[in-house]
């Protein structure tokens, strides 16, 4: 398996690619809102994006979905926050930028281990940010959204979001048996020990 990154959109989300090298097929995690930018990228690498696994439903992380869904992508997202993908709540009126709503292919839920091209994906709940946030497990890999940061941790001050569960869900991940790599959703990669040393998530607020 190979990992391509590519920030894309006025927010600068974190676009990953996990690509099977035999088939050159690819799951992308958090495609942003850059139609264009994906196109482009699969072009550039010479891969075909066929599913597409939503940390959560905010416009800056699940902008192009539907778009990418119209070109035969399977949009995977937490049942929780599935239903933001069609109302307010992706906070894209907030911002003034455009959303098109879409229903989701494909619903997850906290424990579910996903076989997608040849990679294994296991969801585990991190509420926080949103009530339905989840992170990505492959390998020795967490993507975590906007849940945990390079000695940071993600907002909760936007609908749903919760401080409380946000600590308990970092508190999870911390507690991993392990060594992992963190690919969050903005700015820079870390990995959990350091972030178990570092991170100072419980002064928070």
Not at 21 to 42: F, H, M, R, V
Not at 138 to 167: A, E, W, Y
Request: charged letters at 25%; hydrophobic letters at 40%.
């Amino acid at each position: 398996m190979k990992l391509y990154h590519l920030p894309t959109g006025l927010l600068h989300v974190n676009a990953y690619f996990l690509v099977n090298p035999q088939t050159n097929n690819a799951i992308l995690i958090d495609g942003g809102e850059s139609y264009k930018a994906i196109k482009k990228a699969e072009q550039d690498l010479g891969v075909k994006v066929t599913a597409l696994l939503l940390t959560h439903a905010h416009f800056d992380h699940a902008g192009n979905a539907r778009a990418l869904q119209k070109d035969g992508v399977k949009v995977y997202i937490s049942k929780i926050d599935a239903p933001k993908l069609k109302n307010g709540l992706n906070l894209a009126g907030d911002f003034g930028r455009q959303f098109e709503p879409l229903d989701a292919d494909v619903l997850v839920d906290d424990g579910d281990e996903l076989q997608i091209e040849g990679i294994t994906v296991k969801v585990i709940a991190t509420p926080g940010h949103t009530d339905g946030s989840v992170t990505f497990m492959v390998d020795d890999m967490l993507f975590t959204g906007d849940t945990l940061f390079l000695q940071s941790v993600g907002r909760t001050d936007f609908p749903t979001g919760d401080k409380n569960q946000l600590i308990n869900s970092v508190k999870r991940l911390f507690n991993l048996d392990g060594e992992y790599k963190v690919y969050p959703g903005h700015e820079d990669f870390t990995t959990l020990s350091h972030e178990r040393k570092y991170n100072m998530f419980v002064d928070y607020d």
